[in-house]
């Protein structure tokens, strides 16, 4: 039975996940997970439709957001349009997981560093970029 | 101090966000948080970079991940490349969903149902995917 949409409890109340396109996901997985940390939480196989899902993420789904790795068996490489930017990730030491991201052989962006600009209330997070196997930029922010 | 690169506790722990650019803040927290039910959770003006950050999500960012709306106050139309493909969210009632946001005239890209295929495990999502004011796709997902 559907219910009144008037009703606050039909509108959505968690975010599940950020998909992106990949074109290996051993290769994409070797750099979630072994490097950033994240763990492999489900895969899905859809050989009808030729492509595999694959969601990785710090957490449940049912508390977490995550990210969903789409395959598609046939497509080649993807284009990286302006509007989507990055996502972020927390870390405790920046310096340090940095370092530990490069050493590993991932592609560094940004050094660890103070945002260029201030906020008005004062805001300067800490932050760096690496970028993932597909061209993706992750974040990586002291907090 | 830095930490040793080889503990564990280096690395990233927490997913933090997802960034898009948007054209229009008003428009962008209209279909955010007044059609999909985020909130706004905090706001970061940087005159001197030229932009605006704004934050927005189910809950709290310690322990949720939220969007980041990012509005450059210089730039054009943002392009959609291939690779980044939508974020997901919750719904409990997806009929009530689509059809609560339909009449606010949030433009739908596909009407509920099934995933056109199913998962070799049996998975098969009743979804749906609307689409924001800069042309992101979000899907809603019954769960």
Redesign the interface.
């Known amino acids: 039975m559907?219910?009144?949409?008037?009703?606050?409890?039909?509108?959505?109340?968690?975010?599940?996940?950020?998909?992106?396109?990949v074109r290996d996901l051993d290769r994409s997985l070797a750099f979630y997970c072994d490097a950033?940390?994240m763990h492999e939480l489900r895969r899905?196989?859809?050989?009808?439709?030729r492509f595999t899902?694959s969601f990785i993420?710090?957490g449940d789904e049912a508390?977490?957001?995550?990210?969903?790795l789409?395959y598609n068996y046939d497509d080649e490489d993807?284009?990286?349009?302006?509007?989507?930017?990055?996502?972020?990730?927390?870390?405790?030491?920046i310096?340090?997981?940095f370092?530990?991201l490069t050493?590993m052989g991932i592609k560094a962006l940004r050094k660890p560093g103070p945002m260029?600009?201030?906020?008005?209330?004062g805001?300067r997070d800490v932050i760096a970029f690496v970028e993932d196997p597909?061209?993706?930029r992750i974040?990586?922010?002291e907090?």
């Open positions: 559907t219910k009144n949409i008037e009703d606050a409890s039909v509108l959505p109340y968690h975010m599940l996940h950020t998909m992106l396109r950033l940390g899905e196989d859809y050989p009808e439709g899902l993420g710090y508390t977490n957001s995550v990210i969903e789409t993807y284009s990286h349009g302006t509007g989507f930017g990055h996502i972020a990730v927390a870390v405790s030491d310096d340090a997981a370092e530990r050493r260029t600009y201030t906020a008005t209330n805001q597909d061209g993706y974040e990586l922010i907090a």
